[in-house]
């Protein structure tokens, strides 16, 4: 069936690196894709989206990409500060899957 | 803050059971979506509302319905109620029907719902 996935279930980083968080998808017709951050209590926010006609987007400290041809896409945290500590999780607009989620550690 | 609120914010009840969880959207949103989050797990789709309709069923049990009334408000009501109900359940709302572009979901803070 089709399925929003993520490769690692967690992921820990220094505070200052950048982080890269992966996400497949194995849906062809999803043209809209999102990013969302979950932390402990809170319901998920949005940080980030991306249309399929792009491969590259930016916003602030946050930039994903899109690889429609491995059905892949990436959200990139530069210079990860504690605040940035959550669960991330993508997901595609035509079924409103979402991946299981990254849990993102910085350790100061 | 995302606009959207939810209540209650924790229930605690028995096998058996039956429980109404609300949601309201932000305003002039028209699309009303429930989530069910287990622990450690990704979140499960449930089902969507359009402007008081239902467009869109995901992974939800005969057991649980919902409905969205002309206030747009929402209400998830879960019966028969098991041990392996307890979760968070999630209403989000978004301005548009899904599968559309921008359907950027804005989620309320969740109902934390432990069943004993």
Redesign the interface.
Known sequence: GENVGLHLPTLSVQEGDNSIINCAYSNSASDYFIWYKQESGKGPQFIIDIRSNMDKRQGQRVTVLLNKTVKHLSLQIAATQPGDSAVYFCAENRNMRFGAGTRLTVKP | D?G?TQTPKHLITATGQRVTLRCSPRSGDLSV?W?QQSLD???Q?LI?YYNGEER?K?NILERFSAQQFPDLHSELNLSSLELGDSALY?C?SSPRL?????????????TRLTVL
């Open positions: 995302s959207v979506y989530y797990q990704g979140l789709f969507q869109a995901g999630f989000a899904a599968g559309g572009l921008y359907n950027e979901q804005f989620f309320g803070p969740g």
